[in-house]
């Protein structure tokens, strides 16, 4: 498993950690550190994720909640709906990281960490997402 790959994990901890307690992202991000020891080097990329996702998160929350027929935001796992935020968060500002890997990344995340569904769900949610940002003809990797 890669370093990024493990990154985006313990981003994803951090982020639902945050979803029951509220508050600095950093400090939510040492508390996790603290908990789980993960390995220094994956740190520094999980605190850019967690950060840009806190920073952005009334519009990448709004991409995605056009992008999902028939599920509000508020109704998606807490798993998934963080997952998805990373993800759209690199596929948007994070323009060294080709979309379609930080898709797969996200998949990988749902089919891990969330329900037996959670990975066609965010797959259909991000091609959506990510079909609607590309330009005609565009072929991004």
């Known amino acids: 498993m890669g370093k990024r790959h493990r990154a985006r994990e313990l981003a994803l901890q951090v ?23 993960p390995p220094k080097d994956i740190r520094p990329f999980s605190k850019q994720l967690v950060r840009g996702v806190c920073e952005n998160k009334d519009e990448i929350d709004k991409l995605i909640s056009r992008s999902s027929k028939n599920w509000r935001l508020d109704r998606m796992s807490r798993v998934d709906r963080n997952i998805l935020r990373v993800a759209v968060f690199e596929v948007i500002y994070m323009q060294d990281i080709p979309p379609k890997v930080s898709i797969d990344e996200a998949v990988e995340l749902g089919k891990r960490f969330g329900s037996d569904e959670s990975g066609a ?9 990510y079909s609607d940002l590309s330009p005609a003809g565009d072929e991004k990797n």
Request: charged fraction near 25%; charge should be negative; proline fraction near 6%.
């Open 121 to 129: 769900f965010i797959n259909g949610i991000l091609d959506r997402i």
């Open 15 to 37: 982020l639902f950690h945050m979803e029951f307690n509220p508050g600095n992202p950093d400090e939510s991000l040492d508390r996790i550190c603290r908990s789980f020891s």
